[in-house]
């Protein structure tokens, strides 16, 4: 089984900036997509950046330009740079990693979600 814990989340200003970190454990055999998705009450979860194991990008258009994914596969770790906060970002921010566990099988994990506020 693997575990995603995030960390980073909080209050922030609009116009200011956080950085999530999201880190994998458990039975790895190996991490493809890392990637972050946002969710607020009464909408679909939805993709904010996702990143492949070559450092392939893909972002959502409401991000690009403010915000960076980035990863650190020896560490398992991927991070979400939030820049130029808006408070439409306000959003509970949950992170996503598929790849293959133990005896090679699929995994698609969830984490556990970070609540992000942008408010004055």
């Known amino acids: 089984q693997v575990q995603l814990v995030e960390s980073g989340g909080g209050l922030v200003q609009p116009g200011g900036s956080l950085r999530l970190s999201c880190a994998a454990s458990?039975?790895?055999?190996?991490?493809?997509?890392m990637g972050w998705y946002r969710q607020v009450p009464g909408k679909q979860r939805e993709l904010v950046a996702d990143i492949t194991t070559g450092g392939r990008t893909n972002y959502a258009d409401s991000v690009k330009g403010r915000f960076t994914v980035s990863r650190d596969n020896a560490k398992k770790t991927v991070y979400l740079q939030m820049d130029s906060l808006k408070p439409e970002d306000t959003a509970v921010y949950y992170c996503?990693?598929?790849?293959?566990?133990?005896?090679?099988?699929?995994?698609?994990?969830w984490g556990q979600g970070t609540q992000v506020t942008v408010s004055s």
């Open positions: 458990g039975t790895i055999s190996r991490i493809d997509t």
């Open positions: 996503k990693a598929d790849g293959r566990g133990g005896n090679y099988r699929p995994f698609g994990s």
